[in-house]
């Protein structure tokens, strides 16, 4: 059955319930928003909620204080407290006033307001293992935070205060300016620390000569399995959106060089995922940063394979690592018939790939026989 624009109510029983809403100009095409709704639904279930309701509001433009409208805002209040919601996560980055005025309206509804920067920060919190990683998304999460507590505070201003007055609200916007100023500062005290021992580490490595390949790609390529089948290391792989945050290194033997190679892991890319984001994992994406090599994996498998070569690309120019070496390795190709790995392969034209099952081992030696010819 073919999946129409609406509304989508799934079953539920005891997980986080909530509503997504996405806004879509009315041109856009209608396998394109859908699309964009069903990464944001894995999302969702990555971080351990179910989703309850699915909507698309068609605006050319989003609606200044409420980024969906007042009366699509009402609708879904009246239907997040008829389901039990208690969550409303709009697919966008939201500016500072409209996350305050949905938060107000949906107050009566006690229905939460998140915006897509927020669902991802929730995910990186609970998949965070290191010190490190944890205070890189708290870092993170002050920078996406601060502007709305401002912005919240503003409006407490305008209504305490008077003409030639100070009000209660403008008092607080001082106090939490200050609070998190501070808090930013002692943070980044706390990674510059972690900084200098990775700067000292690279130093060594630069000393004695050792290459290093970072492990980039797309989230969910299966970059922590390729790690973990190229050195041996057993580190938790999932398939999952941002199954891994921090930075894992293996050694792996290079027989033509009869020497070893330092392999890391990183972060997993996505869409529209912003500058903040990618500044507050700088130790994560460092390795990329200073590596040697790179190793884009893809999923071979994903209907938006070559969307998400698009998105990582973009990224890694972002990072101003676009020119490095690179090679592109096509995995999970073990999932994909060979009419589609032959198409796969047309598309790419020029660029060449490593085709790879991670998982099975399948073309781990063509591809270490590559990266050997590349770092030669």
């Known amino acids: 059955m073919a999946r129409k624009h609406g509304a989508t109510r799934l079953s539920c029983m005891t997980q986080q319930k909530a509503i997504l809403i996405d806004l879509i100009h009315p041109r856009m095409q209608s396998e394109h928003s859908l699309d964009r709704m069903e990464e944001l639904e894995e999302l969702v279930h990555t971080y351990g909620g179910i989703v309850i309701v699915k909507k698309w509001q068609k605006r050319f433009a989003p609606h200044p204080k409420t980024f969906i409208g007042t009366g699509k805002v009402i609708e879904l209040g009246e239907e997040g ?134 492990v980039v790609g797309y989230t969910n390529a299966g970059k922590t399995t390729l790690l973990n089948s190229l050195t041996g290391r057993k580190e938790y792989a999932a398939n999952e959106l941002f199954a891994t945050l921090d930075t894992r290194v293996g050694q792996l033997f290079l027989p033509k060089r009869a020497e070893v190679a330092l392999v890391s892991d990183t972060i997993g890319f996505i869409k529209e995922l912003p500058l903040e984001l990618l500044n507050a994992f700088a130790s994560t994406l460092s390795e990329a940063v200073d590596s040697d090599l790179l190793l884009h994996v893809a999923d071979a498998s994903d209907k938006h394979f070559f969307q998400q070569l698009d998105v990582v690309d973009d990224i890694l120019k972002r990072l101003g690592v676009d020119q490095k070496p690179r090679i592109l390795v096509l995995n999970k190709i073990d999932l994909v018939s060979s009419a589609t790995r032959k198409e796969i392969v047309s598309r790419l034209g020029d660029r060449k790939a490593v085709c790879i099952s991670a998982q099975k081992g399948t073309g781990l030696k063509e591809l270490i026989s590559k990266t050997e010819a590349v770092l030669r």
Do not use: C
């Not at 208690?86 to 005025?101: G, V």
């Not at 991802?120 to 290191?130: E, M």
């Not at 500062?185 to 004695?208: C, F, M, P, V, W």
């Open 81 to 214: 407290k008829t389901l039990g919601a208690s969550l409303l996560i709009i697919n966008a980055q939201l500016k500072p006033r409209q996350t305050y005025e949905l938060s107000e309206q949906l107050k009566k509804y006690k229905i939460q307001v998140w915006d897509r920067i927020d669902l991802i920060l929730k995910i990186f919190a609970k998949h965070a293992r290191t010190t490190e990683a944890r205070l890189e998304i708290e870092l993170a999460s002050i920078r996406h935070m601060g502007p709305r507590i401002f912005g919240m505070g503003m409006e407490l201003s305008r209504q305490a205060g008077g003409i030639g007055t100070i009000g209660i609200g403008e008092t607080n916007i001082e106090r939490m300016k200050r609070h998190l100023k501070e808090k930013e500062r002692h943070i980044k005290d706390k990674l510059e620390t972690y900084q200098k021992g990775r700067d000292l580490q690279r130093a060594s490595r630069k000393r004695n000569n050792l290459k290093t390949i970072a």
